[in-house]
């Protein structure tokens, strides 16, 4: 079975500071993977995904995430944290064999700081 | 519209009443699904239509909950005798086609709060 787990439940980082939220996942086929973005009462917003294609994958808002399967991790990172970024992450993973279903991660809230 | 819509965006009832949630999806997109997000955790997966195939409803947690779709167009899940823990936010999404390399779009989801 495909599983996902968010290392961190809470990041506080200072605006224009580097954003590193972790995720490692497992899964037996080749994996798509994805980060999703929630903001306070509002619905998942995908940031970025990765479908076996470049391992870096930029995404938008200045996000990106590399796939590393030695690793099996797939981080997101930003280089300089805004305000507007606090919100919930959500690192993502399906594979051939589940086909559209979705593992969600727990999610990472995501605090920035003046 | 745009993107995924969901009705009501808030509901409150009594336990032991029926409700009824609303989606619709984007205009052209195959797949549609429904998920529960209780307080503070992930999303958990309740079902899965495509086109005219039959759903998936593995996710589905009880035989109070059911769902229907017409087509390609709206869905509607239906929680019947609702209890307490049934609160949680219940997002839809939809995509172009099925495959799980196909990004999702969200809606904003519908709050159920069960007194």
């Excluded at chain 2, 993107?3 to 797949?31: F, M, Y």
């Excluded at chain 2, 049934?86 to 159920?112: E, I």
Aim: proline share 4%; hydrophobic share 30%; with cysteine.
């Amino acid at each position: 079975a495909q599983s996902v787990t968010q290392l961190d439940s809470h990041v506080s980082v200072s605006e224009g500071t580097p954003v590193l939220l972790r995720c490692n996942y497992s899964s037996s086929y080749s994996p798509s993977l994805f980060w999703y973005v929630q903001h306070p009462n509002k619905g998942l917003q995908l940031l970025l995904k990765y479908t076996s294609a470049a391992t870096l994958v930029k995404g938008i808002n200045g996000f990106e995430a590399e796939f590393k399967k030695s690793e099996t991790s797939f981080h997101l990172t930003k280089p300089s944290a805004h305000m507007s970024d606090a919100a919930e992450y959500f690192c993502v993973v399906s594979d051939l064999r589940t086909a559209s279903k979705l593992t969600f991660g727990t999610g990472t809230r995501l605090q920035v700081t003046l | 519209g745009a993107g995924v819509s969901q009705s009501p965006s808030n509901k409150v009832t009594e336990k032991g009443k029926d409700v009824e949630l609303r989606c619709d999806p984007i205009s052209g997109h195959t797949a549609l699904y429904w998920y529960r997000q209780r307080l503070g955790q992930g999303l958990e997966f309740l079902i899965y239509f495509q086109g005219n195939s039959a759903p998936d409803k593995s996710g589905l947690p009880s035989d109070r909950f059911s769902a229907e779709r017409t087509g390609e167009s709206v869905s509607t899940l239906t929680i019947q005798r609702t209890q307490q823990e049934d609160s949680a936010v219940y997002l839809c999404a939809s995509s172009l086609g099925p495959g799980g390399n196909q990004p999702q779009h969200f809606g904003d989801g519908t709050r159920l709060s069960i007194l």
